[in-house]
């Protein structure tokens, strides 16, 4: 028995050495929390930062199990981007197992991207579990606002600069290149939305406050009656008879909500659903952080004509 | 007037003509703007700090000068007695709050409530030999726990958990409150290894170190209840994990012990200490299922000083279909294999005598999830007695119920069968086949640390 301990322990540990000690890469290893925040800060790293995400597209941010295969992740990962304002507080326990000092908070390499973003839908007063799954900080869901891409990537370029601080300057460059192509990309949103200014819609989730209010739009209700809790038939009945009287014509869903109950809203209310990416990859074809808005704009202007 | 409208035309014509400048312009524009911000938002903090520093430097001039005015070899007068005002002015920590801002530079707290409700036979009951001893056919209060967690500095975190449960010892119930865990962890240690120092729950197999609302029945598995004790697999002393650098998740855990457990390692003292190992690792298969397998051994001795070893392995699968929010199939089971030496009389001489006792046990279960709310499923059990004679096998079929995140409601059937009446033969009761009915209502206040797979 002891043989074989110390036969396993041998072999562990020149394991270890072997990983350990290859070559360092040229690249920064970043991990971020979110797909959106992983476009962002491949968008500024460019070739010199090789990103990961923890939370894929298709699920959804709020809830991530906690696997141990993420914990792999964090072990050799120099820099974490998180979202913060508790969307992703499951990342917490992630960075616990993955024994990786450099990602804690307060480490040189944790990024809160949220840090300096205009929070919206900030509670006021006292905030209890009765208001449901309430973000307490604000609204978390701010990478829907495309403007705050500014604030975010300043924050991961500040990141990065902290682990690879002689590649400064060519963050900052890909940084202007980045949003500048945004901005011209935002005239052209604005543009195509421009006829529906002023609308109002249903939401599923209440994460698209920043996308709306970006582009003009109004939130009109939520199909959960509150964050996180599944809606009570009589909340359900006022969203439809409020949906008839204002005659609003489009439910927006995330590909994570309920499509079911999403549609039997939509028909009793004559309006239709249209689900959009609430972050990147979680549709098809929506591979970047332009992507996300180019899909969403035009899905939702199409949806409203 | 001409002149301006020559201007305009002109300008309206060269941002027509350059399509490409007029939308770099207003990126830079929107950039500009969102500078603009960024500084209005940094100006109007500096302004806040700037305030908070006139004010406190006015209070300080408001102050008599006299005590600056003394030259330095002047003896201070004695101090006087505090006042009533002093003692109720609140001080270090309980201060920090109000001066940093609600939230601020405090521990997270969270409290759970974790209630149980028994049915069962009469015979059961006067037996006390139920899932939960002395508490059949009772409504109580299995576990109220309040927890108190965060970081203590840079370097180090620290947990607290005490515990309030109605208990059944020597023949009476009663509620007690005891300090359950508070453990200190070093964060910052070199080549992914993490220290944590205290009364810690040991990561021994699936289960034995989960807080009673964490298991996925309302009762524990009854191979750990035979092979453990009633209490959880918590232990004073020290754990060391390791993190390996491998490509795929492999955690090695070692930890030595006093070794406090109420039935398999007793011994109390770090002069023959509970030694404990873990390895775990997990496999990927596909973005939809996940498995986890783990082996663990401990080695210590009794209360009565004799050798005590236990060995487990276990496996826990979960499938999650893509987008879903919670696992539609999780499967799970452990076996563990004990060794233990224990005094044995023999009958026709008196004579005591050391046996080694051999024994083996394990469970399974299946549990399917097809909406949020809604959760059910199986468990099966089939355990030795550690040191008795004889085997015990159970089957639990049960149903939860979630409102929200925070709030659950479990209903369970629970049949077990003893191959002896040894031991389940009390007050002229016998306690060999139990039927109960099991309920379980579980609500979290406050902070709860995420669990992980």
Request: aromatic letters at 8%; zero cysteines.
């Amino acid at each position: 028995m002891p043989r074989l301990l110390r036969g396993i322990l041998a072999a562990l540990s020149s394991l270890g050495v072997l990983v350990a000690g290859a070559p360092a890469d040229a690249t920064v290893r970043a991990v971020a929390s979110t797909p959106d925040l992983k476009s962002l800060t491949e968008l500024v790293g460019g070739g010199l930062v090789e990103v990961d995400a923890l939370a894929r597209g298709n699920q959804n941010v709020h809830d991530v199990e906690v696997r141990p295969s993420l914990m792999v992740k964090l072990r050799r990962a120099d820099l974490l981007v998180v979202n913060g304002l508790e969307l992703d507080g499951w990342a917490e326990a992630v960075v616990q197992g993955a024994n990786n000092p450099r990602l804690l908070v307060g480490g040189v390499g944790r990024v809160d991207a949220s840090r300096g973003v205009p929070v919206l839908e900030v509670p006021a007063g006292r905030v209890d579990r009765s208001m449901g799954d309430v973000h307490p900080q604000g609204n978390p869901h701010y990478t829907l606002d495309p403007q705050t891409a500014a604030i975010v990537t300043a924050n991961i370029v500040e990141g990065l600069t902290r682990v690879a601080p002689a590649d400064r300057e060519a963050f900052e460059t890909r940084r202007r290149e980045f949003l500048g192509r945004l901005g011209a990309a935002q005239a052209r949103w604005t543009k195509t939305l421009e006829a529906f200014r002023g609308a109002r819609v249903v939401v599923n989730h209440n994460s698209w406050i920043y996308f709306l209010s970006r582009f003009g739009l109004e939130q009109a209700g939520t199909v959960e009656d509150r964050p996180g809790i599944p809606p009570s038939p009589g909340h359900l009945a006022r969203l439809i008879q409020q949906m008839r009287q204002e005659r609003i014509k489009v439910l927006i869903l995330e590909p994570w909500g309920d499509r079911k109950l999403a549609e039997r809203v939509a028909n009793e209310a004559a309006a239709r659903v249209v689900v959009l990416a609430h972050t990147v990859g979680a549709v098809k074809g929506v591979e970047s952080y332009l992507d996300l808005f180019d899909y969403n704009v035009n899905a939702l202007a199409e949806a409203l004509k | 007037m001409r002149v301006m409208a020559f201007v305009l035309a002109f300008a309206s014509a060269a941002l027509a003509a350059t399509p490409a400048a007029a939308q770099e312009a207003e990126a830079l524009r929107r950039e500009l703007e969102q500078m603009r911000r960024q500084f209005e938002t940094a100006q109007q903090e500096y302004q806040k700090a700037l305030q908070a520093l006139t004010e406190r430097l006015q209070r300080l001039e408001a102050r008599p000068p006299a005590a600056a005015a003394q030259p330095a070899t002047v003896q201070a007068p004695p101090p006087s007695q505090p006042t009533l005002a002093d003692y109720a002015r609140p001080r270090e920590p309980f201060a920090l709050g109000a001066r940093r801002g609600p939230g601020q530079l405090l521990f997270d707290i969270g409290i759970v409530g974790d209630f149980t409700g028994n049915l069962t036979q009469r015979n059961v009951e006067k037996a006390d030999r139920g899932t939960f001893a002395g508490r059949e056919n009772r409504f109580f209060p299995r576990e109220v726990e309040v927890n108190l967690f965060g970081r203590v500095d840079p370097y180090a975190e620290g947990h607290v958990r005490f515990e309030f449960a109605e208990e059944f010892e020597d023949g009476q119930r009663a509620t007690q409150a005891k300090l359950a865990e508070a453990y200190l962890t070093l964060l910052t240690l070199p080549f992914g290894t993490r220290l944590t120092l205290g009364q810690v729950p040991v990561r021994f197999g699936l289960l034995s170190h989960l807080h009673r609302e964490a298991l996925p029945q309302p009762d524990p598995p009854q191979v750990l209840l035979r092979f453990l004790g009633e209490e959880q697999f918590r232990e004073s002393g020290a754990e060391l994990s390791w993190v390996l650098p491998t490509p795929f998740y492999v955690e090695a855990l070692a930890g030595a012990f006093d070794g406090d457990n109420e039935a398999a390692f007793g011994r109390g003292s770090l002069r023959s200490p509970l030694l404990f190992g873990r390895l775990r690792t997990f496999v990927e298969l596909g973005e939809s299922g996940a498995l986890h397998v783990g082996v663990s051994g401990a080695r210590g001795e009794t209360g009565d000083r004799l050798r005590s070893i236990l060995a487990g392995i276990d496996l826990k699968y979960k499938h999650t279909p893509d987008g879903w929010r919670h696992p539609l199939l999780t499967l799970g089971g452990e076996a563990l294999y004990s060794v233990r030496d224990a005094l044995v009389a023999d009958e026709a001489t008196f004579a005591g005598d050391t046996r080694t006792r051999r024994r083996l046990g394990w469970y399974a279960w299946a549990e399917i999830q097809p909406w949020k709310r809604w959760a059910g499923g199986v468990r099966y059990d089939s355990t030795q007695f550690p040191v008795d004679p004889g085997r015990e096998w159970a089957v639990e079929p049960y149903a939860s119920f979630m409102p929200s995140e925070f709030l659950r409601f479990r209903l369970a059937y629970k049949h077990t069968e003893r191959s002896h009446r040894d031991g389940f033969n009390v007050n002229d009761s016998s306690a060999r086949i139990v039927d109960e009915l099991l309920l379980q209502a579980t609500f979290f206040l406050g902070a709860h640390v995420a669990h992980p797979f």
